[in-house]
C-alpha cells in the first residue's frame, strides 16, 4: 500500500509540474486530469474510497471538462481545426497516457492481488462521511448551499455577453 | 503492510499547494491562473483527508466535500470572467487589464 501511494504521490507531482508548464492550454489539461487521477488514487490508499470517488467524479469529471469547454469556447474559428490537427500528434497525447498507464498498472496491482485484504488503518466509508456531513456540519451544508447560490447568480451575471 | 505516515501525506500536499502557488506566480495567463488556483484547492482538500485518515475521523472527507463545493463555485466565476476578459481585451494575458479605468 505505502509503495503504491509513494509512486501516485510521484506521478501526481509530475503531472503538475507538467501542467503549470506546458504552453497550451489542453496539454496542460491532460495533464492536469492525469494529476487528479493520482490524488484520487492516493486518496484510495489513505482509507477515503469516497473523497477518491468524488475526486474523479467532480474534479477530473466535472471541473476539467468545463475547463475543456472554455478552451472550445475561445478557439472558434477556421484556424481550429488546423490545431486540432496539430493536437493530435502522439507526442502531445504520450506523456499524459504514460503517466495515466501507471495509475491503471497500480490499480490493477491493487484489484488483482487483494491488497485491500489488509487495508490502512481504517477505511471511512460514505456511510461515515454522510452521517458527520449532515449531522454536525448541517450548517456547513447551508452555507455551501450559500456559496453556491452566489456562484451561480455571479456566473451568469459575469459570463453575459455586453450588448455593445 | 504498514500504512502510509501522515507526514508524507502532508508533504506531497504541501508540494502540490506551492506547484500552484508557483504556477500562479510564474505564468500571466488567466487560463493558467485558474488552473494553478484549482491544483492549490486541491492541495488543501488532499491534506484534509490526510489528517481525516490519521485520526480515522470523516470530519477530514466532509472538509473536503466543503473544497470541491467551493472549487466548483469559484471556477464557474473565474471562467465566466474569463470569457468576458477574453471578449474585452482579446487576449487572456492578465496584465492587459492591470489599469485601473476611473
Known sequence: MNVIFYLAGAVAILSTVLAISRLNAIHALLYMI????AVALSF????APFAAVLEVIIYAGAIMVLFVFVVMLLNVG???TEQERLWLQP?????????????IAELAYVTLHEVLAAPPAQIITPLGVSLTLLGPY????ELASFVLMAGLVAAFHAGRREPD | MTTVPTLYGMVLAGILFGLGVLGVIIRRNLFFILLSLEIMLNA???????????????????????????????LSVGLALLIQFQHRFHTLDIDAASDLRG
Open chain 1, 78 to 80: 477556421p484556424e481550429a
Open chain 1, 44 to 47: 484510495f490508499t489513505l482509507g
Open chain 1, 91 to 103: 507526442a502531445n497525447w504520450g506523456g499524459p497516457a504514460v503517466l495515466a498507464v501507471i495509475l
Open chain 1, 138 to 141: 448541517l450548517l456547513g451544508v
Open chain 2, 44 to 74: 488543501a482538500g488532499l491534506a484534509f483527508v490526510v489528517a481525516g485518515s490519521r485520526w480515522a475521523q470523516a470530519d477530514g472527507q466532509v472538509m473536503f466535500i466543503f473544497i470541491l463545493t467551493v472549487a466548483a463555485a469559484e
Open chain 1, 34 to 37: 492525469v494529476s487528479l487521477l
